[in-house]
């Protein structure tokens, strides 16, 4: 089994930052990859950015230059540092990691992102 915690969400100003946390507990021998997804109001979820063992990492055409994913892997801990903030970034953000060979999804409970205009 596998436990993610959040944190980081919150209310910020269009333009502004905000760092999303994620910290992974419990059996994580066959961990893939771990990664952010989101979900607006009347949406499906979608990619924001994901993050392999090794570091590659992958973004979607909407964030890319203005969102960073990272890791430790020490701490099991996997942080999206979004910059440059848009009202259209508003949505519910949830913490991914993709477990095993098919792989198996766990995700977070989610933590609400809003941009102000």
């Known amino acids: 089994q596998v436990q993610l915690v959040e944190s980081g969400g919150g209310l910020v100003q269009a333009g502004g930052s905000l760092r999303l946390s994620c910290a992974a507990s419990g059996s994580l021998f066959s961990v893939n990859s771990m990664g952010w997804y989101r979900r607006a109001p009347g949406t499906q979820r979608e990619l924001v950015a994901a993050i392999t063992t090794v570091g590659t990492t992958n973004y979607a055409d909407s964030v890319k230059g203005r969102f960073t994913i990272s890791r430790d892997n020490v701490k099991n801990t996997v942080y999206l540092q979004m910059n440059s903030l848009k009202p259209e970034d508003t949505a519910v953000y949830y913490c991914?990691?993709?477990?095993?060979?098919?792989?198996?999804?766990?995700w977070g409970q989610g933590t609400q992102v809003t941009v102000s205009s």
């Open positions: 991914n990691l993709k477990y095993g060979p098919q792989p198996f999804n766990y």
